[in-house]
Nanobody
Framework: QVQLAESGGGSMQAGGSLRLSCTASLYSLGDLAIGWFRQAPGKEREFVASVSWEDGTTAYGDSVKGRFTISKDSTKITAYLQMDNLKTEDTAVYYC?????????????????????WGQGAQVTVST
């Protein structure tokens, strides 16, 4: 019962920045968390970042830690992914995702299995 609208992405030279946004339409918050996974051709789906609405807990994939920042605007039920110091390896389709399940296990935000709702995806292309 969550619908996601994703925007942002595009093309950028290595070292530049892009920002993605994801807005949720829902009837109740539950234990809401919003994040992103990405997938490049020939590669497995990879966790990028996620944020919990209840307490603001964040999680990042190792490959983006220190370069990407996820934040939330609770008044708009919107998450933002600020991507700085982009690398060519960041090229992928970025899928916004959300869950309303209670999360009690450390590291659960990284687990694709907890996410039930998915956005349409945004292409991010980083060139040399």
């Amino acid at each position: 019962q969550v619908q996601l609208a994703e925007s942002g992405g595009g093309s950028m030279q290595a070292g530049g920045s892009l920002r993605l946004s994801c807005t949720a339409s829902l009837y109740s918050l539950g234990d809401l968390a919003i994040g992103w996974f990405r997938q490049a051709p020939g590669k497995e789906r990879e966790f990028v970042a996620s944020v919990s609405w209840e307490d603001g807990t964040t999680a990042y994939g190792d490959s983006v830690k220190g370069r990407f920042t996820i934040s939330k605007d609770s008044t708009k039920i919107t998450a933002y992914l600020q991507m700085d110091n982009l690398k060519t390896e960041d090229t992928a389709v970025y899928y916004c995702t959300a869950t309303q399940r209670a999360i009690t296990v450390v590291g659960a935000l990284r687990d694709v299995a907890i996410y039930d709702y998915w956005g349409q995806g945004a292409q991010v292309t980083v060139s040399t």
